[in-house]
């Protein structure tokens, strides 16, 4: 296994699997090649035999600049439950604490109950949302009509 900076040549091998990664649904249109470019040193890739297996695209907020933001994770189905995730999550909140970030957020669909499971399991707290479905907070209509989100926040140590 080796962990390192994401590069712009990452972004073609990681689109064309991604939606593969997801079983069908359609993510690839959230992840550009800017992230790719603009974000290489807070963005991680984990490679096994030359293979991507692991991504995390993340980076600090302009706007509240003591907010670290990941933005997209995904690791080879295969893969899950190994570990990858977490390093990969370790990476992150080490790379931003040393920029000065003292809290990561993040969102999920609520669909994704493994996802909502590992930042729980991780320490993230889920932020109130607009509802509650199934004692889930959910934050409706988050990313547009119908794509509702559940928010994610963790204070680094």
């Not at 962990?3 to 040549?9: G, I, K």
Request: proline share 3%; aromatic share 12%.
């Amino acid at each position: 296994m080796e962990m390192r900076n994401v590069t712009e040549a990452d972004y073609v091998r990681v689109i064309s699997v991604i939606d593969d990664w997801w079983g069908g649904r359609m993510m690839s249109d959230l992840l550009q090649r800017l992230f790719f470019i603009h974000f290489q040193e807070t963005s991680f890739v984990i490679e096994e035999k030359g293979t991507i297996i692991g991504f995390l695209i993340g980076f600090p907020s302009q706007t509240l600049p003591k907010v670290g933001y990941i933005h997209f994770v995904g690791i080879h189905p295969k893969a899950r439950k190994e570990g990858y995730a977490r390093i990969l999550y370790e990476a992150f909140f080490e790379k931003v604490r040393e920029l000065g970030c003292e809290k990561i957020e993040c969102i999920t669909s609520p669909v994704n109950k493994g996802s909502v499971a590992f930042h729980k399991r991780i320490g993230f707290k889920i932020k109130r949302g607009t509802t509650s479905v199934n004692g889930l907070q959910i934050y409706q209509n988050y990313d547009g009509p119908g794509k509702d989100r559940v928010l994610f926040e963790k204070e680094l140590s």
